[in-house]
């Protein structure tokens, strides 16, 4: 009964989709009311979506067998919590997921949109009721959760148990809600394009909601790669993956949209650019929706094999990009857009920064589709890997993230002569400091100096910048107005210096041994001690126990174990892993050689945390931003 309710809602939904793009050619001849029809299905959208998705999370832990896309993703051993996540952990769960979050960021839109223009809002909501018709279309006609067996089963398949983690609960969410937010932006930018202006007050309004999307997407992207790191049993927190590239992308170009945002705010400059780059960032997250369910890669991330469903989604990412592209270049030459500038400006610098960005996104889409392309014509089959990321991308990234840090300083003064005197004294501070702390390092090159410069230059010039704007003006809400996007570069130079160590100074062993016997790794003594089996909710498991000492002292016991599930005899490692914020200690454990002796994996990897330390000071740099926005947009309005 619960999945005929749940069909039945996601009908409804498709029809008040419907209803929200087609009132307004339709009923206007026969009623005035239609503008507040529009605002009244837009906010219908998500309770009738987020009904069916409650639906869907009723017949997994009701174990609805019956079901054919909860018989794939569950079984009755399953833990609960695992059962509500394996309704987004399959493609049909996964994109009812994607239209919840569609219809709630167009509720959110709707009730925050109370400050535009009459005719802008209703024609900005027409463009996500587009959108949510196009997947709602997707998820009836080739994705239907509740589709039922023809034969039911008496027990379910079981979740794929590398997706039986704690990361499946909240990554997938997180990443949505930054993939999805940017259709918010992208659907004003077309608004704008209907309107032929992109006003600087317009402007102000859209960058709160392209820093939330960025702030969810830095979240998810980190959230994943913490995933990986813990569960895949490789010790790696990114893997340059087709999939994670497809979210990495959206996430570079957004970057480049906040920066732009602000000099359209300002200055009222690059309004073109600036939509240009709300389509992009929107077309990519589609991409990415293309290459996880289209079949064409394999992936731990793929969803789908079906080529239907692939052919309905490349078709819609057509019409979408396709036809958002061509009214761009129909309405961008009737836009007034301001473009004059000096060279050495504020203006200019935001412009290569821009230019930079776009640059390594298509880099990492030349690396992403150039294979696939070559195998879809069945040509030479290439795999481009981590040497050609390193290579094209970083280069790129480093002029890049200089310029985070001398962006700040360059313009503290309008005279020229002091420009220059602020940036050599900083230049030569930072490198004062950058070479000293060289003695606290036992091994060191030319990438960590220069990941240690990078971290320097940019903390100490944003914190030069704040410090010296509240000296200027002896007001501490400068300090509070600056603390998002202060928060948000340190914690990019925090994650810089964490890569960079880690990846130039870690070290990996991979050895054989016994009950009793021990390998040093670093200052680490890493004791094979003991192996003990057990039996899980829904697997069998051999747990090793390593006693890790450094310099006679107890320092911790990890366990590594390996699972066999019962439901596909799928085995999957479980590292072992002492944490702190200097390093970390990792353990995984292989296969068995001979009676008493494993394949095992041991890791030192210092200050690895770093990497996710700076990636939460980003988002919550980006969310302090949209915050504190908000609280002086109130007290503008109060006074």
């Known amino acids: 009964m619960i999945a005929y ?76 919590f695992y059962k509500i996540s394996a309704t987004w952990a399959g493609h049909e769960g996964s994109m009812l997921l994607w239209c919840l979050i569609l219809s709630f960021w167009m509720f ?29 279309a997707f998820l009836i006609f080739t994705s239907n959760p509740f589709e039922k067996n023809i034969s039911i089963p008496i027990e379910g398949k079981d979740l794929n148990p590398l997706l039986q983690d704690f990361g499946l609960i909240i990554h997938p ?90 000099t359209c705010e300002q200055k009222s400059m690059f309004k073109n650019w600036t939509i240009l780059l709300a389509i992009m960032a929107f077309s990519l997250s589609l991409l990415g929706t293309f290459l996880v369910r289209s079949g064409i890669l394999i992936s731990v991330h793929s969803f789908a094999n079906d080529p239907a469903r692939g052919a309905f989604i490349l078709l819609f990412l057509f019409i979408v990009v396709g036809g958002s592209l061509l009214l761009y270049l129909k309405n961008a030459s009737k836009m007034n857009d301001n473009t004059s500038f000096d060279l050495f400006s504020k203006e200019s610098f935001f412009l290569i920064n821009n230019i930079l960005l776009v640059t390594a996104t298509f880099t990492i889409l030349l690396g992403t589709m150039y294979p696939l ?69 036992t091994q060191y090159n030319l990438s960590i100096l220069l990941g240690v410069f990078i971290f320097m230059w940019i903390t100490f010039n944003i914190l030069y910048d704040l410090v010296t704007k509240y000296l200027n003006t002896k007001n501490i809400k400068t300090l509070f107005s600056n603390i998002g996007m202060t928060l948000a570069h340190i914690g990019l130079a925090v994650f810089i210096l964490g890569a960079t160590i880690v990846e130039n100074n870690k070290v990996e062993k991979e050895i054989i041994l016994g009950l ?40 911790a016991n990890l366990y590594p174990e390996k699972r066999l599930y019962f439901s596909n005899d799928m085995p999957m490692t479980e590292a072992g892993i002492e ?57 503008s309005t109060q006074v």
């Open 373 to 441: 392309m070559l195998d879809l014509f069945g040509l030479e089959k290439i795999s481009v890997g981590v040497p050609y990321y390193n290579s094209v991308f970083l280069p790129i990234m480093t002029p890049l993230v200089l310029l985070a840090g001398y962006i700040p300083i360059l313009f503290l003064s309008k005279r020229k002569n002091n420009m220059t005197k602020h940036f050599f004294m900083s230049l030569i501070i930072i490198l004062f400091f950058s070479l000293g702390s060289l003695l606290f390092m």
């Open 173 to 262: 969410p997180m990443l949505y809600m930054g993939y999805v937010g940017l259709s918010v932006v992208f659907s004003f930018a077309l608004t704008c394009c209907l309107q032929n202006d992109f006003k600087p007050e317009w402007a102000k309004w859209i960058r709160p909601w392209a820093l939330i999307s960025w702030s969810f997407l830095t979240l998810g992207i980190a959230l994943g790669s913490w995933w990986a790191y813990y569960e895949l049993g490789w010790g790696g927190w990114w893997f340059w993956d087709p999939v994670e590239n497809a979210s990495f992308m959206p996430w570079l170009i957004t970057t480049a949209l906040i920066h732009s945002l602000i």
């Open 108 to 136: 959110m839109a709707s009730v925050y949109s109370k400050s535009l223009d009459k005719q802008f809002r209703l024609k900005f909501l027409n463009i996500m009721g587009l959108l949510n018709i196009g997947f709602l």
């Open 5 to 80: 309710i749940g069909s039945f809602l996601i009908l409804i939904a498709f029809m008040n989709a419907s209803l929200l793009v087609l009132s307004k050619p339709v009923l206007s001849r026969v009623t005035s009311e239609y503008d507040s029809l529009i605002l009244s299905t837009s906010k219908l959208q998500f309770p009738l979506t987020f009904l069916a998705f409650i639906c869907l999370i009723f017949s997994f832990l009701g174990d609805d067998f019956s079901l054919r896309y909860v018989s794939a993703n569950s079984n009755s051993a399953l833990p609960y």
């Open 579 to 635: 944490p702190g914020l200097t390093r970390d200690l990792y353990v995984t454990l292989g296969n068995l050689i001979s009676d008493d002796r494993w394949s095992v994996r041991v890791y030192h990897k210092p200050l690895v945390r770093l990497i996710w330390l700076g990636a939460l000071m980003m988002v919550l740099g980006g969310i302090l931003s949209v915050i504190i926005r908000k609280k002086h947009k109130k007290l």
């Open 516 to 555: 009793g016997e021990s390998v040093k790794v670093n200052d680490y003594t890493f004791l094979f001690s003991e192996i003990i089996e057990y039996d899980g909710p829904n697997y069998s498991a051999i747990k090793a126990k390593f006693i890790i000492n450094s310099d006679n002292q107890f320092i």
